[in-house]
């Protein structure tokens, strides 16, 4: 799919009242971005997955708001039409409402994006709705929180107990009611995420939630196989461009030895 209009967050709405899927993706440079709108990706999230994916981090607790508002920003540059959301990194809107406003308005201003994505439910609600009061559009994210795993003890799918079900369909009521234009839902079971999406009106975009959500998002680095460490269980490899890119180290640096390159048409 081509698209060739800016994208709003009018149009993710539109999708859900149509029943058409949302299609997302992270990314994390100005290349990624322009080839993922350029096949039709609407969402790109510069995710704080970008501590594991690009920076070598073990957890997303690390990165930093100036990292984040760098990869922001070279996302901005390569994508055209897509609707760019800035994942805002931890601690960087938890100390107060102030803080969170603050910061987003780097993101806004700065990176040149188009909306934030917090974590978080109730508890967060309010820093959403004075954020989407300020004419910042937030993406929640409910589910497993990375930015948590620390008090969590680890990544745990979420929403298996009763209590836990109920908690999570009373945080995307509060996400929705605080004024998110849409919800991440991670790693929570298609059965409860199927009901969280029909209980909303904004949509929902599942990682790990079944194919009932909205829309889908997914790392792209889990989907290009160029995140060795473990496959998530939830993603899918649709390339193995890490075996691609030793193929190609492998091969560049026995021509180098050997002598065969640089060759004549290489050379001036
Ligand atoms: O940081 C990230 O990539 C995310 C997605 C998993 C939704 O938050």
Same mark, same amino acid.
């Given at each position: 799919?081509?698209?060739?209009?800016?994208?709003? +967050?009018?149009?993710?709405?539109?999708?859900?009242?149509?029943?058409?899927?949302?299609?997302?993706?992270?990314?994390?440079?100005?290349?990624? &971005?322009?080839?993922?709108?350029?096949?039709?990706?609407?969402?790109?999230?510069? /995710?704080?997955?970008?501590?594991?994916?690009?920076? /070598?981090?073990?957890?997303?607790?690390?990165?930093?708001?100036? =990292? %984040?508002?760098?990869?922001?920003? &070279?996302?901005?540059?390569?994508?055209?039409?897509?609707?760019?959301?800035?994942?805002?990194?931890?601690?960087?809107?938890?100390?107060?409402?102030?803080?969170?406003?603050? *910061?987003?308005?780097?993101?806004?201003?700065?990176?040149?994006?188009?909306?934030?994505?917090?974590?978080?439910?109730?508890?967060?609600?309010?820093?959403? +709705?004075?954020?989407?009061? @300020?004419?910042?559009?937030?993406?929640?994210?409910?589910?497993?929180?990375?930015? %948590?795993?620390?008090? =969590?003890?680890?990544?745990?799918?979420? /929403?298996?107990?009763?209590?836990?079900?109920?908690?999570?369909?009373?945080?995307?009521?509060?996400?929705?009611?605080?004024?998110?234009?849409?919800?991440?839902?991670?790693?929570?079971?298609?059965?409860?995420?199927?009901?969280?999406?029909? %209980?909303?009106?904004?949509?929902?975009?599942?990682?790990?939630?079944?194919?009932?959500?909205?829309?889908?998002?997914?790392?792209? *680095?889990?989907?290009?196989?160029?995140?060795?460490?473990?496959?998530?269980?939830? @993603?899918?490899?649709? @390339? *193995?461009?890490?075996?691609?890119?030793?193929? &190609?180290?492998?091969?560049? &640096? %026995?021509?180098?030895?050997?002598?065969?390159?640089?060759?004549?048409? *290489?050379?001036?």
């Amino acid at each position: 799919m081509d698209i060739q209009k800016k994208i709003t +967050t009018r149009y993710f709405r539109q999708k859900k009242e149509k029943g058409e899927k949302i299609l997302s993706l992270t990314a994390y440079d100005a290349p990624t &971005a322009k080839f993922a709108e350029e096949c039709g990706i609407e969402l790109l999230l510069v /995710g704080d997955s970008l501590g594991m994916a690009l920076l /070598g981090y073990k957890s997303t607790i690390p990165v930093t708001i100036e =990292q %984040s508002l760098h990869h922001c920003a &070279a996302v901005a540059r390569g994508a055209k039409f897509a609707f760019i959301v800035g994942d805002m990194p931890f601690m960087t809107y938890h100390p107060s409402v102030k803080t969170a406003m603050t *910061n987003a308005a780097r993101y806004i201003q700065e990176a040149g994006v188009d909306g934030v994505k917090l974590e978080g439910g109730k508890v967060i609600s309010k820093t959403i +709705t004075r954020l989407v009061g @300020a004419g910042v559009p937030v993406m929640g994210h409910i589910g497993l929180l990375p930015q %948590s795993v620390l008090t =969590q003890g680890g990544y745990r799918i979420a /929403g298996k107990t009763k209590d836990e079900e109920q908690r999570l369909i009373e945080d995307a009521k509060a996400v929705e009611d605080a004024g998110a234009f849409c919800i991440v839902l991670e790693c929570i079971p298609a059965e409860l995420s199927a009901r969280i999406t029909a %209980s909303l009106k904004i949509p929902t975009i599942g990682i790990g939630a079944g194919p009932k959500c909205d829309g889908q998002i997914q790392v792209v *680095n889990d989907i290009l196989g160029m995140f060795t460490d473990f496959i998530p269980k939830h @993603a899918k490899r649709y @390339a *193995n461009l890490s075996e691609e890119m030793k193929k &190609a180290f492998t091969a560049y &640096a %026995s021509e180098v030895s050997s002598g065969k390159f640089p060759g004549k048409e *290489n050379s001036f």
